[in-house]
């Protein structure tokens, strides 16, 4: 009875980890791409760049302001009309999501994982591709592949399910994909990881990026010592974008230690002091533009600079009117 009693135990635990694990909640950076967003990206990416489509068109500066706009233009426009007519998109309301990660320095070593999200008609596209001269149409199995070139590089996309279309430089990784899904999260490094945890997962757009050795060593080119200095003490650099009715931008920088970053937020509300200067004394300069400027703050925290500032809707407007 006790073995009995202590094998039932066993599998209550295997059972509550195997739970824990598949219900654990995705990073909040990639949470626009979905629940399962973070097993969509490159293990060992070194960036991840995530635009929310459906936030975007679903916030309300666009519905109140540009949404219909948009779709007019497109209504009169010829080319977004046959393009509507031969894919069955429409963009602002199909695509739900776009998640591009990526690792490696040099066209030898770079790999790159792209993958749209929303409500396709396969079907539409497929033949749509199709019948575009630049890319060609093979079948690996039952998966339909397309074999794009882009800027000398050879790129491979299928469509993963009706709701997900994916692309990679590997014929075989994209086959993969196309064929079961990913499997698992992502396997990420530390900063990265920390850097997409900074953001909420609502954002209509977020970049993350690891600041390699390879680019510290660029660093060495820049003529300015506070610039080369500031971009070697950096480990992550982190960027958000929020349109609700106003739209918010989060600049996060991560660095080395407490020392770089009282430099860095030194370096940064200088270089703020001399913006306001210039532009308070150039009468070319729209006021609003003067008031953005104004209205950036700059923080630190011992291992973290952050830039943040709000357009308001009231500004947007001077904007588009030119005062």
């Known amino acids: 009875m006790f073995a009995i009693r202590k094998a039932l135990l066993a599998l ?3 059972a509550i980890l195997v739970a824990l694990h598949g219900t654990a909640a995705p990073i909040p950076g990639v949470k626009a791409g979905g629940e399962d967003g973070d097993k969509w990206l490159l293990d060992d990416a070194e960036f991840v760049m995530v635009f929310n489509f459906k936030q975007l068109m679903s916030s309300d500066l666009m519905k109140k302001k540009y949404l219909e706009k948009i779709r007019e233009k497109m209504k009169d426009d010829e080319k977004a009309k046959e393009f509507m007519k031969l894919t069955g998109l429409d963009l602002t309301k199909d695509v739900d999501s776009v998640i591009l990660s990526g690792a490696g320095s040099s066209k030898e070593t770079a790999k790159a994982r792209f993958v749209v999200k929303g409500s396709f008609d ?5 033949d749509a591709m199709k019948s575009n001269d630049k890319v060609k149409v093979s079948k690996e199995g039952k998966v339909e592949l397309f074999e794009i070139e ?3 590089q050879t790129l491979y996309g299928a469509f993963a399910g009706k709701n997900t279309f994916v692309m990679t430089e590997s014929k075989e990784s994209t086959v993969a994909l196309a064929k079961d899904g990913p499997s698992k999260a992502a396997k990420l490094g530390k900063e990265l990881k920390s850097a997409l945890n900074r953001f ?3 954002e209509s757009f977020g970049m993350a990026v690891v600041v390699t050795e390879k680019a510290k060593e660029m660093a060495d080119k820049v003529p300015q010592p506070q610039v080369k200095e500031a971009i070697k003490s950096l480990q992550t ?3 958000g974008a929020t349109v609700a009715e106003n739209v918010t931008l989060n600049v996060v920088g991560a660095v080395t230690d407490a020392e770089a970053a009282k430099k860095l937020e030194k370096q940064l509300t200088g270089l703020k002091a001399a913006g306001e200067l210039f532009l308070g004394t150039n009468d070319s300069v729209p006021q ?3 008031d953005v400027v104004e209205a950036i703050k700059i923080d630190k925290t011992r291992d973290t600079v952050t830039i943040s500032v709000t357009v308001t809707k009231e500004q947007i407007e001077k ?3 030119g005062g």
């Not at 396969?122 to 497929?126: E, G, I, N, Q, W």
């Open 12 to 14: 209550l635990v295997l």
């Open 122 to 126: 396969v079907a539409k596209l497929t």
């Open 150 to 152: 882009a800027q000398g």
């Open 200 to 202: 909420t997962g609502k």
């Open 237 to 239: 650099v982190t960027v």
């Open 288 to 290: 609003w533009a003067k």
């Open 319 to 321: 904007a588009e009117k």
